[in-house]
T-cell receptor
């Protein structure tokens, strides 16, 4: 079945450093979504990418969808302590287009 | 709008007991789903529904039942609780576009411990 892998599992950065998490799917995706989960909270939707090679920005966050629609990345420029949390990618595909989540990347930011 | 409401927030069960986790949404979303979250495993899909009266299995359906009699409600039933079902359970809903299920809204979760 469809699998979505995410690396790294954990990243510790100093405040102000950049951060990138990568997502890879075993199958071609119809769309990819990114979510953020604060410690003790629930996942919150950030963005959806649909087109091959698509790049979207939200302030300091840059999201990319690969040309083959099998991989994606999230890059955070100049991290802040408010960026702390787990970032999940989720790939949609197949007949029902249900989302399969990656394992997540836990970001820790040291002030 | 309340969004997605899950009850209870916390629950302790004994092995073999059954219970129902409630999920309700007020956004008229067609699509609803249940995930469990375990450390290092991400979010794994248990069951999902594309509309009232229609349900299907996800990645880890064993030991769980669902039904969808209305658009708003999507309860998850644990038939005979086992320690392996200790987890955090999230319900999510979304609407369908031509680009797929857009922007899941998650409930606040149910933290279940089976002893």
């Amino acid at each position: 079945g469809q699998q979505v892998m995410q690396i790294p599992q954990y990243q510790h950065v100093q405040e102000g450093e950049d951060f990138t998490t990568y997502c890879n799917s075993s199958t071609t995706l119809s769309n990819i979504q990114w979510y953020k989960q604060r410690p003790g909270g629930h996942p919150v939707f950030l963005i959806q990418l649909v087109k091959s090679g698509e790049v979207k920005k939200q302030k300091r966050l840059t999201f990319q969808f690969g040309e083959a629609k099998k991989n994606s990345s999230l890059h955070i420029t100049a991290t802040q302590t408010t960026d702390v949390g787990t970032y999940f990618c989720a790939g949609g595909g197949g007949a029902t287009n249900k989302l399969i989540f990656g394992t997540g990347t836990l970001l820790a930011v040291q002030p | 709008n309340a969004g997605v409401t899950q009850t209870p927030k916390f629950q302790v069960l004994k092995t073999g007991q059954s219970m129902t986790l409630q999920c309700a949404q007020d956004m008229n979303h067609e699509y609803m789903s249940w995930y469990r979250q375990d450390p290092g495993m991400g979010l794994r899909l248990i069951h999902y529904s594309v509309g009232a009266g229609i349900t299907d299995q996800g990645e880890v359906p064993n030991g769980y039942n669902v039904s969808r009699s209305t658009t708003e409600d999507f309860p998850l039933r644990l038939l005979s609780a086992a320690p392996s079902q200790t987890s955090v359970y999230f319900c999510a809903s979304s609407y369908q576009t031509d680009r797929g299920h857009y922007g899941y809204t998650f409930g606040s979760g149910t933290r279940l411990t089976v002893v």
